[in-house]
């Protein structure tokens, strides 16, 4: 069911491309075209990660309410079942809140995530419940320091080889508007990448998170070039300042008195 | 010669490229930012001004003091933010929140489409700063730890959460006789929820996203009578937009209505129902005559505009004749 709705998302992101490509074509009428689409899939998105969600308060009890006992290993299944409850509300609300997802949910889940280890979790359970708390006024519960706890989380992710924390990192901060706080965040997800490989197990979570800011990257790409990002060019924005390379090797300085033939 | 023309011709092709066209800033306030339900609307907002010919670039906020500011300085042409900000850019609009003036749902929508049409748009524009949009953002409801605070008397002497740059609810709270605690939207459901204040008030969103129902605890509630009509307003500097566009946009906004109302009305279906205090009729005349005498004190204070009290006056009226209030039009 996650994977379903995983895929769902991806097509919804499609959409919103097109969105942002049209409205900067001008496209007015197929802009609001895209719109309606990318909305109707959120709701199909939110419908399958709101069953995962379902299937988790069945399995282990409402989620918030109380820790529930895990076999080793389960803990992840209990941490993106978790997760899929707040997709499953962010989609709802992205799709027009057809489906009427409480917003309680995102509170049973905040509470849900501190049944589990979050560095043995590779940061994520840490790192939901910062987003989470970031869109709350106040910024969540008293004595926890979510800022703070995100920055942790992020570096657990990148030692260990599976970035879902950073993902969701930039999808905060793209919330807030802090532009440069998503940039940055590209730019580091490109160099874990090459210096740590994915966690051998979790290798679809890692992809996913990639595939995460890839959507970000291209969504800033698409706003101010009409097209997404190059291929290989992530971690790389349209106006980085070309640094002037020093060249040790002068192949032009003698051509001067050559002239063109 | 020909190559001046070429360029102004150049420059005019550019100037109607709807790609390159000079972009205005809209600022959006909403606590949970790109991700919330007001950006999602501006959104829709945006792509619709588009097709009036006119584009504009989105901003969130998730600090409404900040937006406000940067609207105030230029960095926004237009902030879409809650009424009692607004109230500090045009107090006609911003009057729209006046305690206890709009009880239901109805009649907000009523007042709404009112201040919307067009013979309205000179009530809606100062020298600064126009309101070219309001949409509803729930009904103000009372949040008590004790059942027992049901009426106005019951009130007196209770600590009671206050936005601080709210200066009718400051008024309010003194005329009732509470003890007010200084509160901002980031503290006060922490100020109830840990019980350093005995009542808060908010729309029944906070209820859930904020979980004041821990601040309620065993022996509290909620009222089942609204304090007043919290608002989303869009604000824009008086003369940036034509007057057709912003006409345009107050009627856009008025068609969100029922959109919006939706999510209020949800999420106060699903406050618990042991909760709600359901409060006599004659408890409700007693909060009505106490919230007329603070909507004329504030009147008179200049907070409130004497204009909008007639308007919402004459709806309460429409609604309900027998109102002693119809007859003696003190507003």
């Known amino acids: 069911m996650l994977s379903s709705a995983m895929c769902a998302e991806l097509a919804a992101y499609e959409m919103e491309l097109e969105y942002v490509r049209l409205m900067r074509k001008g496209d007015i009428t197929g802009a609001k075209d ?13 419908q399958r990660y709101w069953r995962a969600y379902e299937h988790i308060g069945q399995a282990y009890g409402e989620p918030g309410t109380m820790c529930p006992e895990m076999e080793e290993g389960e803990e992840t299944l209990y941490a993106t079942g978790l997760s899929a409850g707040v997709q499953a509300f962010l989609n709802d609300r992205l799709g027009g809140g057809e489906l009427g997802i409480p917003l309680a949910v995102m509170s049973q889940v905040s509470r849900g995530l501190d049944c589990l280890d979050s560095d043995a979790l590779w940061g994520m359970p840490h790192a939901i419940q910062s987003a989470l708390w970031s869109g709350l006024p106040g ?20 030692r260990t080889g599976q970035r879902m924390s950073r993902a969701i990192a930039v999808q905060s901060w793209s919330a807030s508007g802090d532009v440069q706080a998503v940039r940055q965040a590209i730019r580091d997800h490109r160099e874990s990448l090459e210096t740590v490989p994915s966690a051998p197990d979790f290798e679809l979570l890692d992809v996913f998170s990639t595939t995460l800011l890839q959507h970000q990257s291209d969504l800033l790409w698409m706003e101010a070039t009409g097209h997404r990002t190059p291929t290989g060019g992530l971690g790389t924005f349209w106006d980085d300042s070309v640094v002037e390379e020093e060249n040790d090797d002068d192949f032009l300085g003698d051509l001067d008195e050559e002239g063109q033939e | 010669m020909r190559r001046v023309i070429q360029g102004v011709c150049v420059l005019v092709a550019l100037a109607v490229l709807p790609g390159i066209a000079q972009a205005n800033t809209l600022c959006v306030y909403d606590p949970s930012g790109a991700n919330g339900e007001v950006y999602l609307v501006a959104k829709d907002y945006r792509t619709e001004a588009a097709s009036w010919g006119v584009n504009l670039v989105m901003k969130p906020y998730t600090d409404e003091q900040t937006a406000a500011q940067d609207f105030k300085a230029g960095k926004c042409d237009g902030v879409l933010l ?39 748009a000179r009530l809606m524009k100062s020298s600064r700063y126009e309101c070219a949009g309001v949409a509803p953002a729930g009904a103000v409801l009372l949040y008590v730890n004790d059942k027992s605070i049901n009426n ?42 840990n019980r350093n204040a005995d009542i808060a008030y908010a729309p029944a969103t906070a209820y859930h996203a904020l979980e004041l129902y821990k601040g309620i605890g065993s022996k509290g509630g909620v009222i089942d009578y609204p304090l007043a009509q919290m608002t989303f307003q869009f604000m824009v500097h008086t003369g940036t937009f034509t007057p057709e566009f912003t006409q345009q946009s107050r009627g856009w906004f008025y068609k969100t209505f029922d959109r919006f109302a939706k999510l209020s009305r949800q999420a106060e279906s699903r406050i618990k129902k042991k909760h709600w205090i359901t409060i006599t009729d004659e408890d409700k005349k007693r909060y009505d005559k106490m919230f007329q005498e603070t909507r004329i004190k504030l009147r008179d204070q200049k907070i409130y505009n004497k204009t909008m009290l007639k308007i919402l006056r004459k709806i309460r009226c429409k609604t309900d004749a027998t109102r002693a209030e119809c007859a003696t039009k003190v507003e």
């Open chain 1, 34 to 46: 895209a719109r309606i689409r990318q909305q109707r899939q959120n709701t199909l998105t939110a």
């Open chain 1, 139 to 158: 910024g969540g519960p008293e004595g926890r320091d979510g800022p703070g706890q995100l920055v942790k989380a992020i570096q657990v992710g990148d």
């Open chain 2, 82 to 120: 809650t009424g009692t900000r607004a109230r500090m850019f045009n107090r006609f609009s911003g009057s729209l929140e006046a305690m206890g003036a709009l009880p239901t749902y109805k009649q907000l929508k009523k007042a709404i489409k009112t201040i919307s049409s067009s013979k309205a």
């Open chain 2, 152 to 193: 106005v008397e019951a009130i007196a002497g209770k600590r009671l959460a206050t936005l601080d740059y709210d200066k009718a609810a400051k008024y309010m709270v003194r005329h009732v006789g509470a003890s007010l605690v200084p509160a901002d939207v980031g503290t006060f459901a922490g100020l109830f929820n």
